[in-house]
């Protein structure tokens, strides 16, 4: 999802001159273009003579220390591409470029600007629709993780601090109710009700998660963060590094899932007809076991049960608290959206918690090619 109050401004051509001659041209010898939909990074595409590389300045109202956004990324590709010289990591890491300084970071006026490596003849791809893709996904994203499973995790700087704690997360729903500023309590007291009931799932994410180990993670695992080659049509690259922090592996695998799995956009009304697709579950668990070998234990196994139901419901608390506060971390595109997003992914969870046992069946057993739903 993409901030709705904190959109990038258009950039002062005089400041984006500045920042390429950091890197060696200049707005009379490149040709600079928009790239990409996203909402909360400025992302250029650079093209001249002698180079194509992506210029992006970091949002500061998103990140809040963009230089560790900048040294997380740096720590993570040098890591991966030694892991690749050692024929140890099948995909391509996406390195920042080096400016003039022999640094990866550019400050004009207090912003934080990096140039990034281009890979030609490739595309991302929106949403999963078919078990290959969903393999693709579990496959690729595992793979990442796993080559950083000797990285020593807590070098990294934590770039959101308790993302994922649903504890945390149950405190901002309440202090959202308490407020109540914008007086939409009353149109959404049964989906509060049930959030808060959730006493008996909390405990089990909190007893399971204290016995985890840490991992590397990438925390937005959706497809359209993988770069697909035009030739083989197969992912070659994880992108996106910048919510790359410690983490487990259930909070990957979970966001997998809520992304994939239903049949539903996040913000579709019928929820009624909302159906988890199992197919697509199925690839997408055991392509991710399978990818990360010996290095996932048996209870990092048991705990992906626990994320594929976990992440539904944290941002659906997340997609609640935005509605009870007025809207104002979410884009929205009408004034109940956040409503029917908080419905839509609580009903997901709903689902996913009432066939969990069949689910937990589905580790590693055979890729189901026909669709079946729940």
């Known amino acids: 999802m993409k901030k709705n109050k904190h959109m990038s401004k258009v950039v002062n051509r005089d400041i984006l001159n500045q920042v390429l001659l950091h890197f060696g041209c200049s707005l009379n010898n490149s040709t600079v273009a928009p790239l990409g939909n996203g909402l909360i990074n400025q992302t250029y595409l650079v093209r001249n003579i002698n180079a194509v590389f992506v210029l992006q300045c970091i949002n500061k109202n998103v990140f809040k220390s963009p230089e560790q956004v900048i040294d997380n990324a740096e720590l993570i590709n040098e890591h991966l591409l030694t892991k690749k010289s050692l024929n140890n990591y099948p995909l391509e890491s996406i390195s920042q470029l080096l400016n003039n300084d022999k640094s990866p970071m550019v400050i004009i006026n207090g912003d934080y600007w990096r140039a990034i490596q281009y890979i030609p003849n490739c595309y991302t791809v929106e949403s999963v629709t078919t078990t290959e893709q969903a393999q693709q996904v579990g496959t690729a994203f595992a793979q990442f993780t796993a080559a950083l499973s000797d990285f020593p995790a807590e070098s990294l700087a934590e770039i959101i601090p308790d993302f994922h704690n649903l504890s945390f997360r149950i405190k901002q729903l309440r202090a959202a109710i308490n407020k109540d500023g914008v007086n939409r309590l009353d149109s959404c007291q049964s989906i509060v009700d049930f959030c808060l009931a959730q006493h008996d799932f909390i405990n089990e994410v909190a007893t399971i998660t204290s016995q985890l180990p840490i991992h590397v993670t990438h925390n937005d695992t959706k497809i359209n963060n993988l770069l697909f ?28 899932v809520r992304t994939c799995c239903s049949n539903l956009p996040e913000d579709g009304k019928n929820i009624d007809d909302m159906s988890v697709r199992m197919d697509i579950f199925t690839a997408l668990i055991n392509a991710y076991i399978v990818s990360f070998g010996d290095k996932m234990t048996s209870l990092e196994q048991e705990s992906l049960i626990i994320g594929a139901q976990l992440l539904p419901l944290m941002i659906g608390v997340r997609f ?9 971390y979410f884009h929205v595109d009408h004034h109940e959206h956040n409503l029917d997003r908080a419905k839509n992914q609580m009903h997901l969870y709903k689902l996913l918690n009432a066939n969990k046992a069949e689910l937990a069946n589905m580790i590693n057993q055979p890729v189901q090619t026909e669709e079946a739903t729940v």
């Open 320 to 328: 609640l608290t935005d509605y009870l506060d007025g809207d104002n």
């Open 229 to 256: 080659s035009s030739n083989t049509k197969k992912p070659i690259a994880v992108i996106d590094l910048d919510t790359c922090m410690p983490g487990y592996l259930m909070h990957d695998f979970g966001d997998m």
